[in-house]
């Protein structure tokens, strides 16, 4: 036998060793564990729930640059108001000269009724990145039409609001730039309905102010600002986008085992589907956006709702889910149960929100503490206490 | 000029041996306590299962007996390696395994004729481990518990073997003691979305050092007597226990004792080729420091072995130059499971080995089939069947004259 053979004959056993499969040994060695000859022991894992206390949170926020305006009431979510500024120097000069006819062209696109409005003059001016959640000063009494009515219906075959010709003419002989106006939902709200159109963001048909003169010629002003005035008007916890309405969830941790090493920790919270908004039916039929409610939960600076940093803070989760389903979520809250365990991070509570609370109009609606054992907000926590090192020294 | 192969085969068998060392674990009772006792010797005294105190060996640095390296002309080193293969019972459930254990590797230098001095490196005790368990858990994913155990003590001797007279042989061993016992456990939720695993880890790490001695008389032509003694370990053992919470880590240090251990044997030549050999080897009762679960669960160790050896011979056929060996063991371990009843190993070996083609040295095989434990006794046992390989060579320490190899 030469080296060779020998060390092929090497090789042949200790490949034939390697290859030679190993069964788990879990169950074979479980004496040794429940006996606790070996040493080790891994610690409980647990599920331990706390209550919440739970409230809605307003904060200022209106949504200016939109793709469409809204007045009406969808879901308690009211659009009381549409704000339009009318450039009165995109037009020529037509200072003394006598209208015969002005007309206020609202573009509808969707339209569930036929609403009752008034049209006023803003006593101020605007930008679309006002915050404006109620609407702004205006003149109590409406434009009239050119028939020296007020009241106007607004639907799809009513989009065009006549005004009284003496009072343009006055707008144009006095050269100022612009003329803002409120056309507003009718205060008695009947009958209900919900109406969008473009807005000047949409891009193509946008509202406009056309007028017509006794000489025979006529001209187009534009209507650069738009703003659409909503209010959240809904009872329960909602968190809403454009009206920026948050949820705020405080607990306590205190029973929670100081040694949790945690696997997760969950806020649980139940959807009420029949209250959600994911879409608009305008930003469905004309925008083709989704349904899916985008959130985002952040630890507030300050627990204290007054103070400007409780509107800020530190990002524990985001995500999306569908407000019209009901449906339990369990949104993860990372490493904040953990850090505020291990006295890192100081527990001011969660702050549930819109992600998309300046850009849409949405609504998700939970059910509250108040509520049955099965859908009522709560925290989750899963965790493992540290494993037991029998022996010591 | 024709290549010396030794070198090449010497490094296939040091890399094969190191690369599966780590691979999996020793008897699976050797989970508990400080782990599965390796007795020292390389494959020709496993092959007589262990009974080799008084057997003298003139061609391997790895023995039973370290004055028995007193007997070396030559640089020797020698490297042994274990695989296993076993079958693993309780009352309800079964395991196959195949195990490798960590090698065992020694050089011995002579300094002149009849005085040798010995570096290495053995195992004392290792175990390993890699379990885990499925839990269940209302209203939340099921965990599973993953266990992780690696343990291995072991000794880097440095040691001086004397041939006081053609008779007698001693030697004295200062043992560089080492090792660490690392347990593991982490949880994890397999399929649970945004759910992080917790892990629970404890290192002991031992140090310290301790001193041997040994004598081997040939009474006889052909016979022997021979003893050792391993002096007690102090162990200085440094515990880190850390988890997933860095808080709740801690540390402590204490001290561990292995009690000495003594060993005898006889060698008896029935011919000039036939020998038997006994021994008989024993430690008494670690304190359970560091394990109080085991209070009361720890016994002494001891080990009766004999064997069998018909020798090799320069004359005949090809299976009349081969060794031939065979033996039994009984080894009664510290450890009692459950307490009150303690674990034995039962083990019949065989062996056999092969001169190195063109030089000293040989390549030995040992082969053990025993069981450790019993269902009766401990609830668990483990049928095993290991295969040892063993590598000697020897290179003069002085350059080469001329003509020679």
Known sequence: MNARHLLILLMCIAATFAYCSSEPEGPVTKQFLDSLTYGVRSGDTRVDTFAVTASSISVPLGIGSSSLLRIGEIQEIVFEAILLSIDLSSGGDHAGKPVSRAILSLPVRIADTTLHVTCHELLLEFEEDDTITTIPAFDPVAIPDSAGGTERLLGLEDAEFSFDTDLVEQWLSLGEERRNLAIIWHE?????????????????????????????????????????????EGEGLNIVGGVATRVYFQFDLGDLDERAMIHRSSLVITVKGEEGLGVTPGEDLLLYLTSDFYYYLYTPGSSNPLNPAFLGGTEVDRGSFDPAATQILKLNLRGFIPDVVQGKRTNTGLVLQSDLEAVRVQRASFYTVDADTVVKPYIEVIYSLPADFLGGS | MKRNPFPVLMLHVLVLALATGPVAAQSIFGLNFIGEHRFRGNARQRALAFSTVAVGDSSGAITSNTASLADLGDVTFSIFEVMGLSHIRTPEETADQNRFQLPAVMVAVPLREGLVFGVGYRTRFEGRGDFSYRRTLTDAPDPVDVYKLTSSLFSAPLSLSWKVIDRIRVAGELQIERGSIKDEVTVYFPGGEGFGSVRSRRDRSFAGTSWGGSILINVLPRLSIGATFDARVDYTVDEDVSYSREDLDSTATWEFELPPAYGFGAAVGISERWWLSSSYWMREAPEPVGFRQLEQS???????????????????????????????????????????????????????????????????????LGQIGSLDDNGVDERVLRVGIGLNVSEPWSRRKPGRR
């Not at chain 2, 069998?308 to 060996?325: H, W």
Request: charged fraction near 30%; charge should be negative.
């Open chain 2, 298 to 368: 720890l016994q002494d160790e001891r080990l009766i072995a004999f064997g069998i050896e018909r020798r090799r011979s320069a004359d005949g056929g090809f299976l009349s130059r081969i060794p031939l060996r065979f033996g039994y063991y009984e080894d009664n371990w510290h450890l009692e499971f459950p307490r009150g009843n303690g674990v034995k190993a039962r083990f019949f070996t065989f062996g056999t080995g092969l001169s190195l083609p063109n030089g000293p040295g040989s390549v030995d095989i040992s082969l053990e």
């Open chain 1, 188 to 232: 008695e709200r009947d009958p209900k309905g919900f109406i969008e159109m473009h807005a000047q963001e949409y891009g193509s048909e946008p509202a406009s102010f056309r007028v017509a003169f006794d000489d025979g010629t006529a001209d187009t002003f534009s209507i650069d600002r738009d703003y659409s005035v909503a209010s959240f």
